[in-house]
């Protein structure tokens, strides 16, 4: 079996997933990247990474890109589950259709991937498991009402399985970004702020690598707000 670290970046082809892809392969890791759209399969050859088109919808893209990995690399160190956009609309105005969407995007996305890496994880006797989830779980807006949902949602899946794999060293964190450089600009949005910027995709990736070190290998459970201060705790 490999020495060298391996993680593997669903969602990983363009915004805050190629960041992480690109600071953890810096970092040292082999990558193996999941994405829709083929940029994620041409970002991992460029890393000297493998990458997968497919999506994180399908439990048997997903499979492959394990499969692929562990056939590679031996081994699976660290799991990214980022995600694309879901619906938007006023609440009352979303469908059941729409709903069931923000599911598969917002929650699925990381429960579906889960399932296939924890079992290499528990074998290891060690793994990290990494969500890029959003600032408003827990103070959410109605600009994103499927996202804060069903990333609250998120939160709990968070909890019960930390709960559940954390004697077996394999731990599980959420990252909550803000106002990222990955979205539109608005003069508005900034504002909103209190470090009156919008974040990078580097700091999420850099906060990302953070939670997958041994650095943070007392944490687990956890839910990091990367927000410039948008969103605080008591």
């Given amino acids: 079996m490999s020495t060298e670290k391996v993680a593997v970046i669903t969602a990983g082809g363009s915004g805050m997933g190629a960041a992480v892809a690109k ?110 989830s959003t600032a408003w779980a827990f103070e959410p807006s109605e600009m994103f009402p499927t996202s804060a949902v069903f990333r609250a949602g998120l939160a709990a899946y968070t909890k019960i399985f930390s709960d559940k794999y954390a004697p077996d060293n394999v731990r599980m964190n959420n990252v909550l970004p803000g106002w990222i450089d990955s979205l539109p600009a608005t003069e508005q949005r900034r504002e909103m702020v209190p470090m009156q910027r919008y974040g990078r995709s580097e700091e999420i990736a850099a906060t990302v690598a953070f939670l997958a070190s041994g650095g943070a290998g007392y944490i687990t459970g956890q839910n990091l707000r990367v927000d410039g201060g948008l969103t605080r705790s008591v």
Avoid: C
């Fill in 23 to 132: 600071r953890m392969a810096a970092d040292g890791y082999k990558v193996a990247i999941l994405s829709s759209s083929g940029k994620g399969e041409a970002l991992a050859k460029e890393l000297g990474g493998i990458g997968v088109t497919g999506s994180n919808q399908s439990t048997d893209d997903l499979q492959k890109l394990v499969d692929m990995t562990l056939q590679s690399f031996g081994r699976i160190d660290v799991l990214v589950n980022s995600a694309g956009h879901g619906p938007r609309a006023p609440i009352l105005e979303i469908s059941d259709e729409q709903w069931h969407t923000g599911l598969d995007v917002y929650l699925m996305n990381v429960i579906r991937p889960t399932r296939v890496v924890t079992p290499v994880m528990i074998e290891q006797k060690s793994g990290a498991i990494i969500n890029i």
